[in-house]
């Protein structure tokens, strides 16, 4: 039996509303075996650099060949493009042309771009849901077995966004805050290695609310509850953390924010 098509979705539209819904029925109006993840929808409204950071950091455990529908869309409706950008192991990222998909598409590889032709999709009669009006169909299409040269034509170039990297400093590094989880775990762009540090040794991070000590440790119990940490979590990246707390409201971060890690 042939391996049902995987489809990933990315947004910010949150799940008050339908719009995930929708977008799901169109896909599966093509591929009704087609499996549905969805990565998150609860990106900051807007927020590129962020929803760029989760699906860099997702999209290498995604099963080869998953098509990556990602919509975070402060352009709608205005000239950017429609892109699908394919990677060398069989990916798809479907979305908007403005840069956020880019680091999650070159980390697996990216092989071919193409510009979506929107007169080759059903017209629509608004312009403010290209993640159901088109992406959607786009995935689908993609999802049942179509080319995406029936879809639109090659792309000589696309829109790249750059992931800030730390910036070493007297005594530390400048890293910035790429995402707040559920926890309030507070999700930096600083790898263990840039540390050079062995689990234990505490260190000065510098938050807007004023300096803290912690410690870098191997798990959020390895301090007493409510103690702030630095430790390694689940995206391989390094996060200031309170252990049974959350470090994003007692030390008021959110994503974009830079914070200080000096020794």
Known sequence: ??????????????????YVAQVKAVILSYCRDAAIIDLTHD??????????FILKVSAPHMPEGTIHVCVVDPGVGSGRRGIILETRRGDFFVGPDTGFMAPAAEELGVKAAYVIDEARLPPRSEETFHARDVFAHVAGRLARGDEPLSLGY???????LSLPKPKRMPGGFEATVMHVDRFGNAITNLRPGDLEAGYGEVFRVRTPTGDVECAFVKAYGHVPPRSPLLTVGGTGYIELSVNRGSAAERYGLKPGDRIMVLR
């Open 43 to 52: 990106v900051d409204a807007f927020n590129e650099l962020q929803a760029a």
């Open 154 to 160: 090659e792309a000589r170039s696309y829109a790249r």
């Open 1 to 18: 039996m042939a391996d049902r098509p995987v489809v990933s979705l990315l947004t910010d539209f949150g799940l008050r509303d339908p």
